[in-house]
């Protein structure tokens, strides 16, 4: 089944300790996506690929990172995280950049206490 | 970063009743898509649109880019329970492709 998985899916943890969300397609998609979605501002990229080793910044990059080291991964890295990045996180794929579908992921509920 | 804003932001009705979500910017988009979101999901899209003045139809939904390519509806004919879930439209601004911007989105529910 062509899908995009997240894990993990709930994640409670402490301000400043270091932790990976990861990701993984397996539609040979080129183009992968980072969004964070909190109540009333809609979905927000923070990083995106647009293939292996190219990265680049979205519109809410501070506090994060992430790497393309294969096509099918791209984790999202909080090195420390603190209580503003609560939130929901969702992983997407698309063939390559441009007018192409997004294939999201179920999302990862994130709270930093 | 390039604003979209969509109205109403929640909309309640009963089934049967048609209704209308706008999505609204002052800025230019080359193209927009339209996402449902369904509790515990990611969104899923359900159509792009990319020239000024294309209507779209999906069964019961229709969508319309308008024509100078910064606003986009969406009109729901006799809704029903089904069709409750959190709708969101994205925009790809001119010359930067590799970015979607994304509405706040419009959550309907469809009473039976």
Redesign the interface.
Known sequence: EAQ?TQNPRYLITVTGKKLTVTCSQNMNHEYM?W?RQDP??????IY?S?NVEVT?K??VPEGYKVSRKEKRNFPLILESPSPNQTSLY?C?SSLR???Y??F????TRLTVL | ?QL?E?SP?FLSIQEGENLTVYCNSSSVF??L?WYRQEP??????LV?V?TGGEVKKLKRLTFQFGDARKDSSLHITAAQPGDTGLY?C?G?PPGS?????????TQLTVLP
């Open positions: 995009v996506s969004y009333g501002l809609g979905l927000r990229q995106y647009m680049d979205g519109d969702f997407a950049w441009g007018v579908e997004q999201f992921g179920p999302g | 970063t979209l969509q932001q080359s193209s898509q515990g999901e990611g969104p899923v899209l792009t990319v969101l994205a790809r492709a590799r970015q979607l911007t994304f509405g706040s989105g």
